[in-house]
């Protein structure tokens, strides 16, 4: 067994003996799909827990320690904590009621335990996925990508460099994608719903999807917007204005 996934149950183990536990819900490379795991995974979970005792298992650690000490956490927001266990296991969780759980949009979860008397579906009770919206199409992405390529040379012309960066290397690479995912979706590619870079390198290869060339840093951001404009000229009927506007503050 993964350590991993060890490591929960160990701790779903302990969560059977307290009286205010109601759930422990393995998410991400711990859930459903939990044979991604490898060397590089970090624990992410849910807890699940009787009314009123969510602030107690938020503020303490003492139950994330009974399977071993923790070095390290900190709070990362209101229902839960980011953590390192002393044997470098890390974990990311958060801490809800039955009722917070079926208001949150969550997928590919995994029942670790769970009382007898725990509600039937927890793994499954988050809000049904939203319907695709109207700006969800090539044309949307497309223009996105080629507008964040615009906006972008014109702050590294002005200096601003790291926004710069952003709007190039991270906004316009977003919409590359999504463009990919509508267009050429990849066989066997599982798709994070919540980071759609996740596992990207495994679905394209460079030759579909130059990361390294569109990507390249800092100092980069003219070559970057140059080979994203490239590639989406290659791909789709790119409006001659916009692409006309990019090609002149590249030459600048």
């Given at each position: 067994m993964h350590p991993m996934l060890r490591r929960l149950d160990d701790l779903a183990?302990?969560?059977?003996?307290?009286?205010?536990?109601?759930?422990?819900?393995?998410?991400?490379?711990?859930g459903a799909e939990h044979d991604r795991l490898d060397a590089h995974s970090d624990l992410d979970f849910f807890?699940?827990?009787?009314?009123g005792a969510v602030p107690r298992y938020v503020e303490s650690v003492d139950w994330l320690a009974a399977?071993?000490?923790?070095?390290?956490?900190?709070?990362?927001?209101?229902?839960?904590?980011?953590?390192?266990y002393a044997d470098g296991?890390?974990?990311?969780?958060?801490?809800?009621?039955v009722d917070e759980l079926r208001r949150l949009p969550f997928t590919g979860a995994r029942v670790v335990w769970q009382r007898p008397d725990a509600p039937a579906g927890l793994a499954e009770c988050g809000p049904p996925a939203r319907?695709?919206?109207?700006?969800?199409?090539?044309?949307?992405?497309?223009?996105?990508?080629?507008?964040?390529?615009?906006?972008?040379?014109?702050?590294?012309l002005r200096g601003e460099r790291l926004t710069a960066a952003r709007f190039i290397q991270s906004y316009a690479v977003d919409r590359v994608l999504a463009l990919l995912r509508l267009t050429a979706p990849a066989a066997a590619h599982r798709r994070d719903p919540f980071d759609p870079s996740r596992r990207v390198e495994r679905a394209y290869p460079p030759e579909?999807?130059?990361l390294a060339e569109m990507v390249p840093g800092y100092r980069g951001n003219r070559e970057a917007a140059r080979v994203t404009l490239?590639?989406?000229e290659q791909r789709f009927p790119v409006d001659p204005v916009i692409a006309a506007a990019v090609r002149a503050l590249l030459g600048e």
């Open positions: 183990a302990h969560l059977a003996t307290r009286p205010d536990t109601v759930a422990l819900l393995g998410l991400g490379s711990a807890l699940v827990v009787a009314h399977p071993g000490p923790v070095a390290y956490s900190f709070a990362n927001e209101r229902n839960g904590r980011k953590a390192l296991i890390f974990v990311e969780y958060a801490v809800f009621t319907p695709a919206t109207p700006y969800d199409t090539v044309e949307f992405h497309l223009n996105e990508a080629l507008t964040n390529l615009y906006v972008g040379l014109h702050r590294e579909v999807l130059p490239g590639w989406l």
